[in-house]
């Protein structure tokens, strides 16, 4: 049955965190007249650190946690090479949207790698599940 819980949330996992993923790539260009609006910079640190420990959290399986970030920097790299169309959804050009699609890339695998290294770092034991069940410590 555990096995079963742990496939539904890894599932989930990687489905929020891919859409979350694309959701951001196509923000990255997002212009209010003319002036980048850097949000996917934002949701992108904001996201990754989120989702990792929620699926931590929710799922009690470090494995798990660590989907999220994959699945985002593969998301995020594949939207930064071209396709043989010749299709480029983090296109370079200027120096700002250079730097945007840098940053994005750039924040979004710092934050990813810092979530997991708390996700890993932090104990799954409950403290339900804590103690010898003695009633007291010697």
């Known amino acids: 049955m555990r ?4 496939a539904g949330w890894a599932v989930l996992t ?4 891919a859409w979350l ?18 949000v996917s910079l934002l949701t992108a640190v ?3 650190v989120l989702l990792v420990e929620w699926a931590r959290r929710l799922s009690g399986s470090k494995a798990v946690a ?5 699945v985002w920097v593969v998301v995020a790299v594949a939207a ?7 299709d480029l959804l983090l296109p370079g050009g200027d120096a700002v949207t250079s730097t945007l699609n840098l940053g994005f ?3 979004g695998v710092v934050a990813a790698a810092f979530a997991v ?7 799954t034991v409950r403290p339900a599940d804590a103690g010898s069940g003695s009633g007291g410590a010697r």
């Open 66 to 70: 660590v989907l999220p970030a994959v």
């Open 105 to 107: 890339l750039l924040l």
């Open 46 to 48: 904001v996201g990754n």
């Open 117 to 123: 290294g708390r996700a890993l770092g932090t104990p």
């Open 21 to 38: 993923a694309l959701v951001e790539v196509f923000w990255v260009p997002w212009r209010v007249g003319g002036v980048p609006v850097p």
């Open 14 to 17: 990687v489905l929020v965190a």
């Open 80 to 86: 930064s090479m071209r396709r043989p169309e010749g």
């Open 3 to 6: 096995a079963l819980q742990l």
